[in-house]
């Protein structure tokens, strides 16, 4: 292993801490407040789809740390603008997600926006938003 190696080694490995972190975080936190706001955020498929790519696991471990960061700024109890103030309140949640989504490019596939569109329809019919719909398996 070379020197430069050796030196990157901690870093990588903890980046790899900060993703685990942050996926735990978003499992546990995400479907609790998107129940709370998802009629309220005009950015929701985009949301959903954007959850389902970075728990899929044929996503890059890249894609999905930016993604996870972006879904993590989501579920933070406080950030740039408060989320209490309704429609003002996700503008910076709906930037952060616009700059990840941009970024993850590609990666974001139809089986994740199908998944999301499959989420919010069954949440319409008064159907709890499932861990991970049929679509978004594969």
Do not use: C
């Amino acid at each position: 292993m070379t020197v430069h190696a050796m030196a990157e080694a901690p870093l990588k490995e903890q980046g790899m801490n900060q993703t685990d972190e942050r996926e735990k975080n978003v499992r546990r936190d995400f479907w609790p407040k998107w129940r709370r706001y998802a009629r309220a955020i005009p950015f929701s498929e985009d949301l959903l789809a954007a959850y389902y790519a970075a728990f899929d696991p044929q996503t890059p471990m890249r894609v999905k740390a930016t993604l996870l960061g972006a879904l993590a700024y989501f579920i933070l109890p406080m950030d740039a603008i408060p989320d209490i103030f309704t429609v003002v309140g996700f503008t910076d949640d709906a930037a952060v997600l616009w700059a990840a989504v941009r970024m993850a490019g590609a990666h974001i596939r139809e089986r994740h926006r199908q998944a999301a569109r499959e989420t919010l329809s069954d949440d319409n019919e008064g159907v709890a938003a499932p861990a991970r719909p049929r679509s978004a398996q594969g």
